[in-house]
């Protein structure tokens, strides 16, 4: 069992920073496929992020270059530097883990546990 809890979200201006952390607790979070997902109202659920517990790291195109994921594995935590925020980067931010398969994968379907998510506001 893995349970996760995500952190650092709130209301920030376009051009603005956050920092998002997920703390893990749990004996197998090494074997965790980690990812980080959003989701805005009346929308799907999206996949921002992933990293692996070797460092293999998958970004969504509309978060390149401006989003940073990273994980520390001896604190079981990983993190999102989110930077030069958009408004439409608005949404509930969740972190997940999943044991399926040796890489990683972008669909929710395939995460076996999550976050209660945290909410990042983006103002225009």
Do not use: H
């Amino acid at each position: 069992q893995v349970q996760l809890e995500e952190s650092g979200g709130g209301l920030v201006q376009a051009g603005g920073s956050l920092r998002l952390s997920c703390a893990a607790s749990g004996s197998i979070f090494s074997a965790c496929k980690m990812a980080w997902f959003r989701q805005a109202p009346g929308k799907e659920r999206e996949f921002v992020s992933g990293i692996t517990s070797s460092g293999t790291i998958e970004y969504t195109d509309s978060v390149k270059g401006r989003f940073i994921v990273s994980r520390d594995n001896a604190k079981k935590m990983v993190y999102l530097q989110m930077n030069s925020l958009k408004p439409e980067d608005t949404a509930v931010y969740l972190c997940a883990c999943s044991l399926y398969g040796s890489t990683l994968k972008t669909m929710a379907s395939v995460y076996d546990y999550w976050g209660q998510g945290t909410q990042v506001t983006v103002s225009s």
